[in-house]
């Protein structure tokens, strides 16, 4: 199966939270990711966690990891229309220079009006 | 400007014909990967570049692919005789040194590939 799991749509109502949905395969991942892509743009980190931290806050994004379900998940408090993207979630395998990063499928956020 | 440049931002080319993917990544970046996008799909790793040199060409899809990064900087993706799936998005990123939260990747926004 995958080595990185997301679903791969979501929709929520402008000013509702938005939890995006990780699974991951890899016990011995040292970072998780977070990315955002918008329509016919590269891909921009939005936040990370190091695997021996349970949430991260960073302003509007709050980043949750459940290191024994292998879970990670990013909620964006008060969701605007500006948030509509596409989100991957990535996991860094490897070490040193040669680490590369695993992207799930992503998850298409659709905000509504 | 500053950020990750790929050229052409679209390419249509008929089956059989060879394809040249143009990626200058931020200057003083010595790591520089090639990732694949297709519809419904995550990002696919193709090729890794530390300066010149490729110690990690595993995710290269067939022989047919190839990739070269010359001056420690400008690096070129070759599809030759492609195919129809080859059609995707290709993304090209850049960092300081590997990959970590001290050296983010940087992408640049991609080439959409046609084959028709």
Same mark, same amino acid.
């Given at each position: 199966?995958?080595?990185?799991?997301?679903?791969?749509?979501?929709?929520?109502?402008? !000013?509702?939270?938005?939890?995006?949905?990780?699974?991951?395969?890899?016990?011995?991942?040292?970072?998780?990711?977070?990315?955002?892509?918008?329509?016919?743009?590269?891909?921009?980190?939005?936040?990370?966690?190091?695997?021996?931290?349970?949430?991260?806050?960073?302003?509007?994004?709050?980043?949750?990891?459940?290191?024994?379900?292998?879970?990670?998940?990013?909620?964006?408090?008060?969701?605007?229309?500006?948030?509509?993207?596409?989100?991957?979630?990535?996991?860094?395998? !490897?070490?040193?220079?040669?680490?590369?990063?695993?992207?799930?499928?992503?998850?298409?956020?659709?905000?509504?009006? | 400007?500053?950020?990750?440049? *790929?050229?052409?931002?679209?390419?249509?080319?008929?089956?059989?014909?060879?394809?040249?993917?143009?990626?200058?990544?931020?200057?003083?970046?010595?790591?520089?990967?090639?990732?694949?996008?297709?519809?419904?799909?995550?990002?696919?790793?193709?090729?890794?570049? *530390?300066?010149?040199?490729?110690?990690?060409?595993?995710?290269?899809?067939?022989?047919?692919?190839?990739?070269?990064?010359?001056?420690?900087?400008?690096?070129?993706?070759?599809? *030759?005789?492609?195919? *129809?799936?080859?059609?995707?998005?290709?993304?090209?990123?850049?960092?300081?040194?590997?990959?970590?939260?001290?050296?983010?990747?940087?992408?640049?926004?991609?080439?959409?590939?046609?084959?028709?």
């Amino acid at each position: 199966g995958e080595d990185v799991e997301q679903s791969l749509f979501l929709s929520v109502r402008e !000013g509702d939270s938005s939890v995006i949905n990780c699974t991951y395969t890899d016990s011995s991942s040292t970072y998780l990711y977070w990315y955002k892509q918008e329509p016919g743009a590269g891909l921009q980190l939005l936040t990370y966690i190091f695997s021996n931290m349970d949430m991260k806050q960073d302003q509007r994004l709050t980043v949750l990891l459940n290191k024994k379900d292998k879970h990670l998940s990013l909620r964006i408090a008060d969701t605007q229309t500006g948030d509509s993207a596409i989100y991957f979630c990535a996991e860094s395998k !490897g070490s040193g220079s040669a680490r590369q990063l695993t992207f799930g499928s992503g998850t298409q956020l659709t905000v509504l009006p | 400007g500053a950020g990750v440049s *790929q050229s052409p931002s679209n390419k249509v080319t008929e089956k059989g014909k060879d394809v040249e993917l143009r990626c200058d990544p931020i200057s003083g970046h010595t790591a520089l990967y090639w990732y694949r996008q297709s519809l419904g799909q995550g990002l696919e790793f193709l090729i890794y570049f *530390q300066g010149n040199s490729a110690p990690d060409k595993s995710g290269l899809p067939s022989d047919r692919f190839s990739a070269e990064r010359t001056g420690g900087s400008v690096s070129t993706l070759t599809i *030759q005789r492609t195919q *129809q799936e080859d059609s995707a998005v290709y993304l090209c990123a850049s960092s300081l040194v590997g990959t970590g939260v001290n050296s983010p990747l940087h992408f640049g926004n991609g080439t959409r590939l046609t084959v028709t």
